[in-house]
C-alpha cells in the first residue's frame, strides 16, 4: 500500500491522539468526514494501525520490577529457536523479546515482582529444557526514558515506501 500526505498526516494525528473524533481528525487533514474515514479503515485493512489503547503508567497499577536477560542457546537450529520462542510467548511475565545477531541469541525483558521470582523463573526456564546454554541477567534500577509512543512519520521518504 502506497502512503500519500493524507495517510501519513492520519497516522502522526492518531499516533498523538488515537481518541479524536472523526470530524476532527478530517478537518486537521482538510478532507470531508467521509473521505478521511474511509482512509483510515483503509489503513486499519491494511495492517499499518493495528488497534487503539490507553498508555498506563505501570507503577501507578503495580510495581514490577524489570529484568533484561541475555541468553545463549546451546543448539542452532530451527527446533531450538521456535521451542525457545514458544516459551518466551507464552510467558505472561516476559514483556519483549528479541532475537538478535552477534554473540546472543536473544535478550528478553522481564516485568517480575521480585527477584527471588525472577530467579525460580529462570530455574524453571533450565529445567523445562529451552536449550539455554548461557544467560546474564541486568537488574534495572531505574528508567533514564520511556520507549518513543510515535513513529519519525515526518521523513520525506516515507510517502514512497510501499506497505
Known amino acids: 500500500m502506497k502512503l500519500d500526505k493524507f495517510d501519513i498526516k492520519i497516522l502522526q494525528i492518531l499516533q498523538k491522539d488515537g481518541r479524536i473524533t472523526k470530524s476532527n481528525l478530517a478537518q486537521a487533514i482538510n478532507l470531508s468526514v467521509s473521505p478521511c474515514w474511509e482512509r483510515v479503515k483503509r489503513l486499519e485493512q491494511a495492517g499499518i494501525i493495528e488497534g487503539y489503547g490507553a498508555r498506563i503508567n505501570p507503577d501507578a497499577v503495580v510495581k514490577l520490577n524489570t529484568v533484561l536477560v541475555e541468553i545463549t542457546l546451546g543448539?542452532?537450529?530451527?527446533?531450538s529457536f521456535q521451542r525457545f520462542e514458544r516459551a518466551m510467548q507464552a510467558c505472561e511475565d516476559v514483556k519483549e523479546c528479541w532475537a538478535t545477531g552477534g554473540g546472543i541469541d536473544y535478550i528478553v525483558r522481564l516485568g517480575v515482582t521480585d527477584?527471588?521470582?525472577?530467579?525460580?523463573?529462570?530455574?524453571?526456564?533450565?529445567?523445562?529444557?529451552?536449550?539455554?546454554?548461557?544467560?546474564?541477567?541486568?537488574?534495572?534500577?531505574?528508567?533514564?526514558?520511556?520507549?518513543?509512543?510515535?513513529?519519525?512519520?515526518?521523513?520525506p521518504d516515507i510517502a514512497a515506501n510501499n506497505y
Open 75 to 79: 543448539q542452532h537450529d530451527v527446533d
Open 115 to 155: 527477584i527471588d521470582y525472577y530467579q525460580r523463573l529462570i530455574d524453571n526456564w533450565l529445567t523445562d529444557d529451552l536449550g539455554i546454554k548461557q544467560y546474564y541477567t541486568y537488574i534495572v534500577t531505574k528508567q533514564v526514558k520511556r520507549p518513543a509512543l510515535t513513529l519519525p512519520l515526518e521523513t
